[in-house]
T-cell receptor, first 114, second 114 residues
Framework: EAGVTQFPSHSVIEKGQTVTLRCDPI?????LYWYRRVMGKEIKFLLH????????ESGMPNNRFLAERTGGTYSTLKVQPAELEDSGVYFC????????????FGAGTRLSVL | GENVEQHPSTLSVQEGDSAVIKCTYS??????FPWYKQELGKGPQLIID?????GEKKDQRIAVTLNKTAKHFSLHITETQPEDSAVYFC?????????????FGAGTRLAVHP
């Protein structure tokens, strides 16, 4: 069974540009989470989907970040326009709704904003 | 909201020694405490977890202890091996009804020297 996959693994963009990150959760997992780790600090929660609905987006930094999960399968996280402080590693995780609460993480996307 | 403190930030041990990583949390509603291991180029992987109705849990060389009164929990690795070298994250969550936003500590970089 495939795990959580994230694309791209690394993205380098200039300040002001747009970047879209993609996450494919484990098949059948209704819960999908986005997290971010900045500059060696803690991994911080960004938002949570249950199927296609945003359950909790309290961790989203500002309105330059837009997450979608059309159809309740894969999710995208768009940053527009990107700022220097958006650099970091973006992780996606998924779990079964109502099942074990183990979160399975992808390998992450390292975003570098220059 | 919940806040998780993790210590130490770096830990260096000789192969065969024990390693202990400690975390404290602030929200008494937290009831689920997972530990993740992140190896270079990979995403965080769950290695052990504990719920608030249990004081200790062990899995081979890894054990976790939880003190609900003091709001702290610890990871213990015995007979360390070079392959234990990685970044370890503790997390806390008020798991409820299939939803569990994880609040992470800042991570501990463990180096095991042969």
């Amino acid at each position: 069974e495939a795990g959580v996959t994230q694309f791209p693994s690394h993205s380098v963009i200039e300040k002001g540009q747009t970047v879209t990150l993609r996450c494919d959760p484990i098949s059948g997992h209704d819960n999908l989470y986005w997290y971010r780790r900045v500059m060696g600090k803690e991994i911080k929660f960004l938002l949570h989907f249950v199927k296609e609905s945003k359950q909790d987006e309290s961790g989203m930094p500002n309105n330059r970040f837009l997450a979608e999960r059309t159809g309740g399968t894969y999710s995208t996280l768009k940053v527009q326009p990107a700022e220097l402080e958006d650099s970091g590693v973006y992780f996606c995780a998924s779990t079964l709704f109502g099942g074990s609460n183990i979160q399975y993480f992808g390998a992450g996307t390292r975003l570098s904003v220059l | 909201g919940e806040n998780v403190e993790q210590h130490p930030s770096t830990l260096s041990v000789q192969e065969g020694d024990s390693a202990v990583i400690k975390c404290t949390y602030s929200d008494s509603a937290s009831n689920y405490f997972p530990w993740y291991k992140q190896e270079l180029g990979k995403g965080p992987q769950l290695i052990i977890d504990i719920r608030s109705n249990v004081g200790e849990k062990k899995d081979q060389r890894i054990a976790v202890t939880l003190n609900k009164t003091a709001k702290h929990f610890s990871l213990h690795i015995t007979e360390t091996q070079p392959e234990d070298s990685a970044v370890y994250f503790c997390a806390a969550s008020p798991f409820s009804g299939g939803y569990n936003k994880l609040i992470f500590g800042a991570g501990t970089r463990l180096a095991v020297h042969p």
